[in-house]
Structure formats: structure tokens, C-alpha cells
């Protein structure tokens, strides 16, 4: 096999990746990992390098929309990235002193726990009554709606600012976007309205993997000949994912797609435990 | 001359929109340039990707990347591309923070500060080992 073949198939790979990830908003990292390591042999390291890049790929690209049509909570973005950013060097760190077999199968678990989270029932409702720091921090806010403007109040800022730190950890230990975790702070613990918290967290998911991508960039884990199919594969197959999303029902799609991560994720985690990393 | 704008919410999420998308955009093509010329520079030979190296220097720091550019060598261009991917949500946060005291919200104006101050240890920190 050589460099223009491997090229090819990681370019279709990454669209793949992409169009999934976009269409059922788990990101185009997740699927990226295991596409080079499980399907192409790559090492672990180069594979998270990769990972980060297409997590900030997908992140700016589709944010660029939704913060445009007022759905995405800037502020509270920007106050949770303190807990992310710290996270994510804390995670940074963590990974030189991480065999890669316990990466990988962290890796596994964390997928798992995203397939789940994504086949979970989200609550809507917003809140009317939010907590006193909510107020003081400035969190609460509004959102369009077919049915017009909806106000929204948060609450339990500490548990998901708390939440939010594990999930910089794991971002920057296994250079995803966590944006399950982010999900779960801002859904179950903060009571964002669903559509709020995944904009805001698909905004922040580009901040935090930059903010572990510059130490693992000088680490030498990003690759130039693995980078580029990948942004360009993640990319156009985000944008493809967001056409589509507006015509085709993706429920069944979803169930789908996470009982296949979920066979990966065992995948990762039995090599792992096997030390095949 | 009274007529300067007050700068709301909307005008930062619009300016915001505006820079994620040209970041993606212009990265992405610096990365297919560099990646088209990486293919005919390389295309015939065998990936190496089994066993972790560690990238040379000219790929992992700004000078390398600088130096490999002044070459005309490809994969530089591409790490190039990377960079800017990486500057793009960065960007981001220096724009929020003008936006930010350009409305007067000292909360935030310090938030953010934070925020950029933890990237840019992260990125001058010496993490590197």
C-alpha cells in the first residue's frame, strides 16, 4: 500500500467520519481513532494528533452557523472553557505518563458512554427560576424557537463546571471532543434546553482541543500525511452531514451508528486489555 | 458625532461566525495546496505510521514549519494549514475578548483573559517533555 492509496481510503474514511458524526452530533473524532488504529494499524499517538485536528475541524465549522442563528450561549461557553481549557492541559499532561493500551481502552469506555448519551432522552423545558450564580455570572439567556423567543435559567453551575473539567481531562488525554460529557453537564446538571447545550458544546469542543492540539503539536503526534485527508475528509463530510440533517429523519440512523461504536468500542477496549496498542 | 454603535450580543456572535468560518476555510485550502503537491512528491512511497517517531522539528515548530515553507516542501504547507486550524478557535477567544470590552463587560473581559491565558500556557508552558 502506498502513500497516495493510504491517502485515498483515509480521505473516504474521514468523510465518513464526518457525515456520521455530524448527522448523529457526536463529532468526527470519535469515529477517527478507531478508523486508524483498528483499520489502518496507525499508532495510537499519531491517531490522537489526528482526532484533535478533525475535533476542531468539525467544532469551527459547524459553530460557524449556529452561533450566526443565536441558538449558542456565548457566555456560558466562554465561562465553562475555563474549566475545559484547564482540563484539557491537565489531560495533556496526564498522557505522558499513560500507557497506551489504558488510552485505548479509556477510549472504549468513553465511546460507549457517548452511544449511550446520545440515545438518551433530552428534556426541553426550560427553567424559570435559575440559581444565584446563575445570575451573577451572567448564564441565563434566550433562544429562537418555532414558537418564538424562549427565556431559559440555569442552576447547579458548580457541578457542571465540575463536569465540564473531567471532561477537558479526557479531551486532552484521548484528543476527542468529549462532547457527551459536555452534554451531560450542561443538559442534567445545569438544565440548559437541549438544543442550547449541543450548540454551546460543539462551540467549545474547538477550544478545548486547541488547547491540548498545541502541546501535542510540538509532541510531534500530528502528522502532516495523516492531517490533511483527515481535515479535508471531516470537513466536507460535516457539510454534507448539515445539508442533510435538515431533510432526512436520523433517529433510526442513530440507533445504528451507536450500536456500531459500541462493537468498536469492545473492539478497543479487548486490544487494549490484550496490549495490542 | 454621537453616532457611535453601541455593540450588542448579536454583533459579537456575528463577528465570532465570521472568523470560525474563514479559519476552516482557509486552512482547508492551504491543506489541500500542500497535500496535492505532498501526493506527487510522495505518493509512490510506503506509509510509516505503525511505529510512533515523533515528527522532526520542521513539523512541530513554527520555525520549522517556516523554514520547511521557504523549501517549497509540501508537508510543511500542510502543517501550515494545521496551524491555522488550530489558531482558527484561539482566534475565537481574541475576538470575544475585544468584543467583550468594546461592551464594557468587565466579567467577561476576565473571564476570557483566563481563558486565553491557560492556551497560551498551554502552548509556551513548556509541556512539550
Same mark, same amino acid.
Given at each position: 500500500m502506498n502513500i497516495l492509496f493510504f491517502t485515498l481510503i483515509l480521505l473516504l474514511g474521514a468523510y465518513l467520519a464526518g457525515l456520521a458524526g455530524s448527522l448523529t452530533g457526536? &463529532?468526527?473524532?470519535?469515529?477517527?481513532?478507531?478508523?486508524?488504529?483498528?483499520?489502518?494499524?496507525?499508532?495510537?499517538?499519531?491517531?490522537?494528533?489526528?482526532?484533535?485536528?478533525?475535533?476542531?475541524?468539525?467544532? +469551527?465549522?459547524?459553530? +460557524?452557523? /449556529? *452561533?450566526? !442563528?443565536?441558538?449558542?450561549?456565548?457566555?456560558?461557553? #466562554?465561562?465553562? !472553557?475555563?474549566?475545559?481549557?484547564? &482540563?484539557? *492541559?491537565? &489531560?495533556?499532561?496526564? %498522557?505522558?505518563?499513560?500507557? *497506551?493500551?489504558?488510552?485505548?481502552i479509556l477510549f472504549g469506555v468513553m465511546l460507549i458512554f457517548s452511544a449511550a448519551m446520545t440515545l438518551r432522552k433530552k428534556h426541553e423545558t426550560a427553567l424559570t427560576e435559575g440559581s444565584?450564580?446563575? /445570575?451573577?455570572?451572567?448564564?441565563?439567556?434566550? /433562544?429562537?424557537?418555532? !414558537?418564538?423567543? *424562549?427565556?431559559?435559567?440555569?442552576?447547579n453551575i458548580g457541578g457542571g463546571f465540575s463536569i465540564m473539567t473531567i471532561a477537558g481531562v479526557l479531551s486532552g488525554l484521548l484528543g476527542i471532543g468529549s462532547g457527551a460529557l459536555k452534554v451531560l453537564a450542561m443538559d442534567s446538571a445545569m438544565r440548559v434546553p437541549f438544543r442550547v447545550s449541543t450548540t454551546t458544546s460543539n462551540f467549545m469542543v474547538g477550544v478545548t482541543a486547541a488547547a491540548s492540539a498545541v502541546v501535542y503539536l510540538q509532541r510531534g503526534y500530528i502528522d502532516p500525511?495523516?492531517?490533511?485527508?483527515?481535515?479535508?475528509?471531516?470537513?466536507?463530510?460535516?457539510?454534507?452531514? %448539515?445539508?442533510?440533517?435538515?431533510?432526512?429523519?436520523?433517529?433510526?440512523?442513530?440507533?445504528?451508528?451507536?450500536?456500531?461504536?459500541?462493537?468498536?468500542?469492545?473492539? #478497543?477496549?479487548?486490544?487494549?486489555?490484550?496490549?495490542?496498542? | 458625532m454621537e453616532k457611535i454603535k453601541k455593540v450588542t450580543d448579536r454583533d459579537i456572535q456575528q463577528l465570532i461566525g465570521q472568523v470560525l468560518r474563514y479559519g476552516v476555510l482557509i486552512s482547508g485550502a492551504?491543506?489541500?495546496?500542500?497535500?496535492?503537491? @505532498?501526493?506527487?512528491?510522495?505518493?509512490?512511497?510506503?506509509?510509516? @505510521?505503525t511505529t510512533f517517531n515523533g515528527e522532526p522539528a520542521g513539523y512541530t515548530s513554527l520555525n520549522g514549519i517556516l523554514k520547511g515553507l521557504g523549501q517549497g516542501s509540501a508537508t510543511e504547507i500542510i502543517q501550515l494549514g494545521v496551524v491555522i486550524l488550530i489558531a482558527t478557535p484561539i482566534l475565537r477567544i481574541v475576538f470575544s475578548l475585544l468584543a467583550f470590552i468594546l461592551e464594557k463587560d468587565k466579567l467577561y473581559v476576565l473571564i476570557t483573559l483566563i481563558v486565553l491565558s491557560i492556551i497560551l500556557f498551554s502552548m509556551f508552558g513548556g509541556l512539550k517533555i
Open positions: 457526536l &463529532g468526527g473524532g470519535v469515529v477517527i481513532i478507531p478508523l486508524l488504529t483498528l483499520g489502518f494499524h496507525v499508532d495510537i499517538r499519531y491517531a490522537i494528533g489526528a482526532a484533535l485536528v478533525a475535533s476542531i475541524a468539525t467544532s +469551527s465549522g459547524s459553530a +460557524s452557523a /449556529y *452561533v450566526k !442563528e443565536g441558538i449558542t450561549n456565548v457566555r456560558l461557553g #466562554m465561562f465553562l !472553557e475555563i474549566a475545559t481549557t484547564t &482540563g484539557a *492541559v491537565i &489531560g495533556a499532561i496526564l %498522557a505522558i505518563y499513560t500507557p *497506551v493500551n489504558i488510552v485505548a444565584k450564580l446563575s /445570575y451573577a455570572l451572567k448564564l441565563n439567556s434566550s /433562544y429562537p424557537t418555532r !414558537e418564538g423567543i *424562549v427565556d431559559y435559567k440555569l442552576k500525511g495523516i492531517a490533511f485527508p483527515v481535515i479535508i475528509g471531516v470537513l466536507a463530510g460535516a457539510f454534507t452531514g %448539515a445539508k442533510l440533517l435538515m431533510k432526512i429523519n436520523v433517529k433510526w440512523l442513530k440507533i445504528i451508528f451507536c450500536a456500531a461504536i459500541t462493537l468498536i468500542a469492545i473492539n #478497543m477496549i479487548y486490544n487494549g486489555i490484550q496490549h495490542k496498542f | 492551504v491543506a489541500i495546496i500542500g497535500g496535492i503537491w @505532498y501526493l506527487f512528491q510522495h505518493g509512490s512511497a510506503i506509509p510509516h @505510521y
